[in-house]
C-alpha cells in the first residue's frame, strides 16, 4: 500500500501542473450553470483548458510515460487523470 502511496505521488509531484490542468477541465466541464447561462462562454473556457493541456504534452513528451502519452495524444484526459492519480 505504501508504494502506491509512492508511487502515486511521484507522479502527481512530477506532473503538479497537467493534474490542476486535467482537474480545471472537469470543473469547467461539471459547470452546468455556466454552460446554460453562458454557452459561448463556456465552450470557450473549455477549449481554453484544453489547449493549455495539449500544449503542455508536447513541451513534456520526453518527460511523460507511454501510457500518458498515449492518453493525452487521443484527448483522454479523464484516462490521463485516472493514471497520474493511480500510480
Given amino acids: 500500500m ?6 502515486m505521488f511521484f507522479l502527481l509531484s512530477m ?5 490542476e490542468l ?10 452546468h450553470a455556466w ?11 473549455l477549449m481554453e483548458v484544453s489547449q493549455k493541456i495539449t500544449a503542455w504534452a508536447e ?4 518527460q511523460t510515460d507511454a501510457r500518458l502519452r498515449h492518453y493525452l495524444g487521443n484527448s483522454s484526459f479523464d484516462k490521463a487523470l485516472a493514471h497520474l492519480e493511480a500510480k
Fill in 15 to 19: 506532473f503538479p501542473e497537467l493534474a
Fill in 59 to 62: 513541451t513534456n513528451r520526453a
Fill in 2 to 7: 505504501l508504494d502506491v502511496r509512492r508511487s
Fill in 35 to 45: 454552460r446554460d447561462r453562458d454557452p459561448a462562454g463556456h465552450l470557450n473556457a
Fill in 22 to 31: 486535467l482537474r480545471q477541465r472537469l470543473t469547467v466541464i461539471a459547470d
